[in-house]
C-alpha cells in the first residue's frame, strides 16, 4: 500500500512493556562550555503526565550568577537565582521527548544549558482477549482502508494499491450489507486517486486521499460528491473517525490531529505512546465509547488509545483472524474496523480479506 517505509516502534516490546525502569539513568546534558561549569539537579530520563518536574541547576564551580531563565520546548517557565527550586506540571504536556533549558546570566556572559527527558505513558497497555461470534463474506478485491457502521449497514472505503499479483484495484466508496457482503452502492474514484480512511458525521461522508492532500465529503445516502477540503498542511492522509462533532485524523506519524468538519483545519493534537516510545503508523480508527480503537500499520493489533492524552491503555492481538481467511497471493493486513452499537460487537475485517468477523471483547 504504502510506497515509502514506515518505521515502527510498535513491536511486542513497545506495546507490552519491555519491564525494567529507566528513570536512574543519566540524561544526556549538553553545555556549550567545555569546562560544563553549570548541571541541572536530579532530572530523571523519563517522566508521566502525573508528575511534577523539579528543576533546579548546581554550579560546579564558585562562578557567581546573577540570574537563570528556564524553559521547556522553548516556552519560558519562570525566573529566579541559581538556588531557586521550580516546580513545573507536566499535565499539559505531549508523549515524547522534552527539552529542558536554562539560560544562566552574568554579568559578563551567559551560558546555556540543556536537558533531554521523555514523557510518556506510565504503565504498559493491558493486554485484552476476544470471541468470534460470527464470520461473514467480504469482497475479497476490496483493499480495505476505512470501515463504519452507518444504521445497518458497512461504510467502507477502499484504496487502489497495486498488489502482488500486479492488479491495480480503483479506490471506491461502498455501502455493505453487513452480513451477506453484498454492496448496496458503491461510488468509485479516479484510478489516480488512492482513497483512505472514511468516516460519517451529521449525514456527511468525510473521506481521506493518501496522495492528493485533500479530503472528499459525500452525501451519505446518495454518495455524491458535496464538497472537498485541503489538508491543513501537506502531509498523508491515513485513518479517520469522529466523536460526533469533530473529526480525528491520522497522517502515519505518531499524531492524531483533531480536525474541525467545517474547514477540516486543525484544531489540537495528540501524541500516541506506550510505556516504551512514541507509536508511529496509527491507521484505520473506530471511535467507541470515548475511546479510540485503531490498528497500526503493518500488524493486526489494534489499540485502545484515549484521545485526550494520546495513551495506549490496551492492546487486541487478532492475527489468529488473518489466518482464517482464504490464503492468497494478494492477502494483506487487518485494516477494518467497525463497532455495531446495537448488539456491542465489532466486525473485523482486512485488505483483500474474504471474510469479515464479528467478534466480542471478553475483557
Known amino acids: 500500500m504504502r510506497l ?63 540570574s537563570v531563565q528556564y524553559s521547556i520546548n522553548d516556552k519560558p517557565l519562570s525566573t529566579g537565582l541559581v538556588h531557586d527550586i521550580i516546580q513545573y506540571s507536566l499535565k499539559n504536556e505531549k508523549f515524547g521527548k522534552q527539552v529542558l533549558k536554562a539560560k544562566v546570566y552574568r554579568k559578563s556572559e551567559i551560558e546555556d544549558v540543556a ?13 485484552l482477549s476476544y470471541q468470534v461470534l460470527n464470520t461473514y463474506p467480504h469482497d475479497i478485491k476490496a483493499f480495505t482502508q476505512g470501515l463504519e457502521f452507518y444504521k445497518d449497514n458497512l461504510v467502507e472505503s477502499t484504496g487502489n494499491g497495486t498488489t502482488v499479483s500486479n492488479k491495480h484495484g480503483i479506490s471506491s466508496l461502498r455501502i455493505v450489507n453487513p452480513k451477506t457482503g453484498e454492496v448496496l452502492k458503491i461510488a468509485e474514484l479516479d484510478e489516480t486517486i488512492f482513497g483512505e480512511g472514511a468516516t460519517v458525521l451529521n449525514n456527511k461522508l468525510y473521506q481521506l486521499t493518501y496522495k492528493n492532500n485533500e479530503a472528499y465529503v459525500y452525501d451519505v445516502n446518495t454518495l455524491k460528491r458535496i464538497g472537498r477540503f485541503p489538508y491543513f498542511q501537506n502531509m498523508e492522509g491515513w485513518g479517520l473517525t469522529n466523536d460526533g462533532t469533530n473529526l480525528y485524523m491520522t497522517d502515519g506519524s505518531e499524531k492524531i490531529y483533531t480536525i474541525d468538519p467545517n474547514n477540516f483545519n486543525r484544531s489540537n493534537e495528540i501524541n500516541v505512546a506506550s510505556d516504551e516510545g512514541l507509536v508511529t503508523g496509527t491507521n484505520e480508527m473506530e471511535w467507541v465509547k470515548g475511546k479510540i480503537y485503531a490498528n497500526f500499520f503493518m500488524t493486526n493489533m489494534v489499540g485502545i488509545i484515549d484521545p485526550k492524552t494520546g495513551t495506549v491503555e490496551s492492546v487486541l492481538d487478532l492475527s489468529e483472524l488473518r489466518e482464517k481467511v482464504t490464503q492468497h497471493i494478494d492477502l494483506d493486513v487487518l485494516n477494518g474496523i467497525a463497532y455495531n452499537k446495537k448488539s456491542d460487537t465489532f466486525f473485523i475485517t482486512g485488505k483483500n480479506w474474504d471474510k469479515i468477523f464479528e467478534i466480542k471483547i471478553v475483557n
Not at 543519566?26 to 561549569?37: A, D, G, L, M, W
Not at 536537558?115 to 493486554?127: G, H, Q, R, T, Y
Open 115 to 127: 536537558v533531554n527527558f521523555d514523557i510518556l505513558p506510565a504503565e504498559a497497555p493491558s493486554k
Open 4 to 66: 515509502n517505509a514506515v518505521l515502527l516502534i510498535f513491536c511486542l516490546s513497545v506495546i507490552y512493556g519491555c519491564g525494567g525502569n529507566n528513570n536512574t539513568k543519566t540524561p544526556s546534558i549538553t553545555n556549550k562550555h567545555e569546562e560544563n561549569r553549570i548541571n541541572f539537579v536530579n532530572i530523571k530520563v523519563k517522566y508521566a503526565l502525573t508528575d511534577e518536574l523539579i528543576i533546579q541547576i548546581e554550579a560546579l564551580e564558585e562562578v557567581p550568577i546573577d
